[in-house]
């Protein structure tokens, strides 16, 4: 796993690349490169202790009225300040295995990338990937090893998707320990109202809740004419579809169907983010990191 | 009723039903398979509908076939033939129609003629009881054979039937049709009959040529019945008899009728002697043109016939058959000192190059002229002793005196047809000659005047009259212009108010002046015979206008040469007994003899119906010999489709009396393709509503 990516890795051809460990890093890096700040800070109020101001820390921290009475300067140390859990839940699902730019790929690289990045912060990233079979997971963790473990969970073999998505998000809230960040990455087809009975959840329990609704640009454009007999990917089904004549009201359902969704996302306070499967990896993060920067 | 096609090759379009239900069957187990992210965004249908959907389907489809056999039905043109239209309910009306012209005859020889006519004797004869029917004889004139009969009277007249020589404009034919329909409608006592006409032609382009003007009634039923020629070739000759050139000539037409080549001979004969043999061959329609000299020296009555020899569709346009009359010279007595052939520097050289324009007796052609000289002397004498009923014209060549009593002689001369004519010189002395010529002379002289090149100017001619026979030729182009010549002298005349002037010179002063005198004529030519007062003697229009002269006084001007006619032309000939007290005697070429007497014009009007050499005995010993030939248009080998015809015969919506009214098709054939198509149209409106509704 080569760590140090070239600064001038070009990013285009990244779509190319099989790697995701590579792929993450070079994300990162670039995203790095450019000098931004994370976004993912701490939030917690909860004051856990005082240290000594080292160069580099963030002034906003800096208790002044302890300065005021010392002539020293201490930075104030929250419960969460460095140890924020952020975890990544993937849709394996059958759905998730279409497009050119097939989402399950992306999604992949898009965790890895933001894992990598929340490890660079000294974070600590955790991962479930539903749909191929029991849940994968790694739990939230720090360090160089965890990360390459991440990694390692990401690029390894998939096995085809065995079960919905859905089914198995009741359970995922529950192994939370302490409250973070919950990045679900999916395309919602085979959820309805389950996703956001998982996302309430989270919000009560105090989670900040994202969510990327990965989609296919078939599926947005559904650019087909003629008569086929079309497959669903995850139940098998086949149905008789003349696409020309049904365009029209595939497209008012499709859209339909991502207004909910965003005003699902709306309506629970979680953020919702829609990313194209073909669309460059690290723009995509990128735009929701400056998004995330400017809300934040 | 059955139903035809017109274009029955088409039929074959029908197979293309088969594409649709082929792709039906070939796609139906093979729509492409696409693997999509989920099908929640599909709506699911009911097995209900899907059945709906699957019946519209092939109703689509089925409309679309029914649509594609339309389109294929109506290019047949498929029309419901009414062939027994009068064999239910009414008595018919029926005339039939024969084209009996002489391109009909190639039907004699190949059989197609009796198998027409016996065809459509059996339509006739299966008339229903009650029907009547009339024979018209399509000729020229169109001849009604039979009036209205009983089918069995008419189908025996139609077995008699044969074809002519001439030629058969079928309008004329369906005008007489016409006519005997309306007669009988007429007089139909309120009994409502059908009416029908039935046409046996070739439908030979040249004799279409008027039926655009024949306006049928909507209700009568014309049925065409071709004899169809497409398979017959021919090949055919015909001549022109060319008198104005030196020596006359025929020229003969030969044209290959057919597409395929032809190898052939001609054959040329004089008064039933061969001349000349000639071998042809001719492309695919091609012509090409011979022409023949006709030697035939002798005056009087002569034939020449140009004869193929082939054997082909039709033979009466295999010969060509031409007569002609070489009329006696005119007899010219010139009075004059000398009687020898003038010499070049004589006075007289001119006139008798003019008169005597072919010197060389070797030519073997005969000169229209014979002039002999003779004293004035001689002349008087010959006169008083009634010898000069031998000679056509006397010349006065221009001189000074004139023998007493010579003008009573002239002037009995010219009652019993002799004509004279006066070169008025500058030898005139004009008073003598107005005393002792006064008589005879068109016009009195006056004082003769010479040009001086300044008081008195040189003159030309101005003015001639181009409508007389004197100087008609000069109509055509490159004849010569008369306003060259230069004359420097001319007499001055009083005229008499019966002179006729038919040229003047540009000063007003008369160069030709004449008037009849009796049977005969006198002229005064007002120029010298030589070229003392002008250069016209040696210009080339001084010898047409001296023959022309000579001609014209002694009524041989427009004297027909050529006695060639075509079958069935009217022909009228001057009897030589106007009373009609002896009538002219015709025989024909299979010697068939007839008489005829002349009208009250004094004319014979003769319809010659054969090809042939036809002899018509005009009065006293002389008989012409007429040739006859079938008119080059029967020999067009070219033919017209019965159904191009029912968009040139006009048609209108008046209804004859009497007749039944409920039966208005035309021509007995229903014509169906239109509301074929029409049907077709209304079918694609469904189509498109249909498949945008199912779409939806």
């Not at chain 2, 030697?295 to 010969?319: C, K, M, P, S, Y």
Request: hydrophobic share 40%.
């Amino acid at each position: 796993m080569n760590r140090h990516a070239p600064e001038d890795f070009p990013f285009q051809e990244i779509q190319l690349i099989e790697d995701i460990d590579l792929i993450s890093y070079t994300v990162v890096e670039g995203f790095l490169s450019g000098l931004h700040k994370s976004p993912f800070l701490g939030y917690s109020n909860e004051f856990a202790s005082y240290r000594h101001y080292i160069p580099g820390d963030n002034l906003r921290h800096m208790d002044w009225k302890l300065w005021g009475r010392t002539d020293k300067f201490y930075v104030r140390q929250f419960e969460d300040d460095t140890n924020l859990e952020c975890r990544i839940i993937l849709d394996a699902s059958g759905s998730m295995r279409f497009g050119e730019v097939e989402k399950f790929r992306f999604a992949r690289i898009f965790s890895g990338a933001l894992s990598c990045l929340m490890a660079r912060q000294n974070d600590a990233p955790g991962i479930s990937v539903i749909g191929m079979g029991p849940v994968r997971s790694l739990p939230c963790g720090t360090g160089f090893h965890h990360l390459e473990s991440l990694l390692l969970l990401l690029s390894g073999p998939t096995s085809p998707p065995q079960t919905a998505f859905s089914r198995n998000l009741a359970g995922i809230g529950e192994t939370f320990r302490r409250r973070g960040i919950v990045v679900l990455i999916s395309d919602c087809f085979d959820t309805d109202q389950e996703i956001f009975t998982l996302m309430k959840r989270l919000r009560i329990q105090g989670h900040e809740v994202i969510l990327f609704h990965i989609l296919a640009r078939e599926e947005m454009e559904f650019p087909y004419a003629g008569e086929f007999a079309m497959e669903d990917s995850e139940s098998g089904n086949v149905h008789q579809v003349n696409a020309t004549q049904f365009r029209k009201k595939y497209l008012k359902k499709f859209n339909q169907f991502l207004d909910e969704i965003e005003s699902g996302c709306q309506q629970v306070g979680a953020d919702y983010r829609r990313i194209l499967s073909d669309a460059p990896f690290d723009k995509a993060l990128i735009e929701y990191l400056e998004y995330r920067t400017r809300v934040r | 009723m059955n139903f035809l096609f017109l274009n029955s090759i088409f039929l074959a379009g029908l197979a293309v039903l088969a594409v649709p239900v082929v792709l039906h069957f070939f796609y139906r187990g093979r729509r492409r398979k696409l693997k999509f992210s989920t099908l929640r965004f599909f709506m699911r249908e009911d097995p209900q509908e899907m059945r709906r959907r699957k019946v519209r389907h092939l109703l689509l489809m089925a409309i679309r076939m029914l649509l594609m056999a339309l389109i294929v039905l109506a290019f047949t043109r498929p029309f419901a033939n009414n062939s027994n239209s009068n064999s239910n309910e009414m008595a018919v009306n029926s005339v039939i129609v024969i084209d009996a012209s002489a391109s009909m005859g190639s039907g004699l020889v190949n059989g197609a003629w009796k198998e027409g006519l016996s065809l459509l004797g059996k339509r006739i004869g299966s008339l229903k009881s009650g029907s009547s029917a009339a024979l018209i004889r399509c000729g020229s004139p169109a001849e009604i054979v039979a009036h209205w009969d009983s089918p069995a009277h008419i189908v025996k007249a139609l077995e008699n039937l044969e074809p002519g020589y001439g030629s058969a404009p079928i309008a004329s034919g369906l005008e007489s049709a016409l006519n005997l329909i309306n007669q009988r409608s007429a007089s139909a006592n309120g009994q409502a009959n059908t009416s029908e006409i039935h046409l046996f032609s070739d439908f030979q382009d040249q004799a279409l040529r008027e039926i655009s003007r024949i306006i049928m009634p909507a209700n009568i039923q014309l049925y065409f019945h071709p004899m169809d020629q497409s398979a017959v070739g021919n090949v055919s000759i015909n001549a022109q008899f060319d008198d104005k050139s030196l020596p006359p000539k025929a020229r003969a037409e030969i044209k290959n009728n057919s597409e395929k080549s032809v190898a052939t001979s001609i054959n040329f004969t004089i008064d039933g002697k061969t001349q000349k043999s000639l071998a042809v061959e001719l492309e695919g329609r091609d012509r090409q043109w011979f022409d023949f000299p006709i030697d035939a020296g002798q005056v009087g009555w002569h034939t020449f016939t140009a004869r193929l020899d082939i054997e082909d569709g039709v033979d009466f346009d295999n010969a060509v058959h031409g007569s002609f009359r070489i009329p006696a010279p005119i007899r010219i007595m010139c009075v004059s000192r000398t009687i020898t052939k003038p010499n070049y520097d004589d006075p007289l050289f001119y006139l008798h190059l003019a008169i005597n324009s072919n010197p060389d007796d070797s030519s073997g052609v005969v000169s229209p002229f014979i002039m002999e000289f003779a004293s004035e002397a001689i002349l008087v004498e010959r006169l008083k002793n009634n010898l000069a009923h031998g000679i056509d014209l006397i010349i006065f060549p221009g001189h000074k005196g004139a023998i007493p009593g010579m003008s009573q002689l002239l002037v009995k001369y010219m009652e019993s047809g002799g004509s004279m004519i006066f070169f008025a010189g500058p030898d005139i002395w004009a008073s003598r000659q107005n005393e002792y010529l006064g008589d005879v002379l068109p016009a009195q002289f006056g004082n003769n005047r010479t040009a001086d090149g300044y008081r008195i100017k040189a003159t030309h001619i101005s003015y001639y009259d181009r409508e007389h026979p004197v100087f008609k030729l000069f109509k055509e182009n490159d004849s010569g212009d008369l306003g060259h010549p230069v004359f420097t002298g001319w007499n001055e005349l009083i005229l008499p108010p019966d002179a006729i002037i038919p040229a003047r010179f540009d000063n007003g002063i008369p160069l030709l002046v004449y008037r009849n005198s009796g049977l005969g004529k006198s002229a005064i030519f007002n120029t010298s015979v030589d070229d003392e007062w002008s250069d016209w003697p040696k210009r080339r229009t001084f010898l047409p206008v001296i023959q022309e002269l000579a001609l014209f006084m002694c009524d041989r001007a427009g004297e027909v040469s050529d006695w060639s006619y075509h079958v069935d032309e009217m022909v009228a000939l001057a009897s030589a007994d106007p009373a009609g007290n002896q009538p002219q005697v015709y025989t024909s070429p299979d010697n068939k003899l007839i008489e005829k007497s002349a009208n009250s014009d004094g004319f014979v009007n003769w319809q010659f119906g054969q090809p042939g050499f036809h002899t018509v005995r005009l009065g006293g010993d002389e008989s012409a010999v007429v040739a006859v030939n079938t008119a080059p248009s029967e020999s067009e080998w070219n033919f017209s489709k019965p159904d191009s015809l029912e968009n040139l015969i006009a048609r209108n919506d008046q209804s004859l009396e009497n007749s039944d009214k409920s039966k208005t098709r035309q021509s007995g054939k229903l014509e169906i393709w239109k509301w074929l198509l029409a049907a077709g149209i209304l079918l694609l409106v469904a189509e498109m509503l249909l498949s945008n509704r199912f779409a939806t």
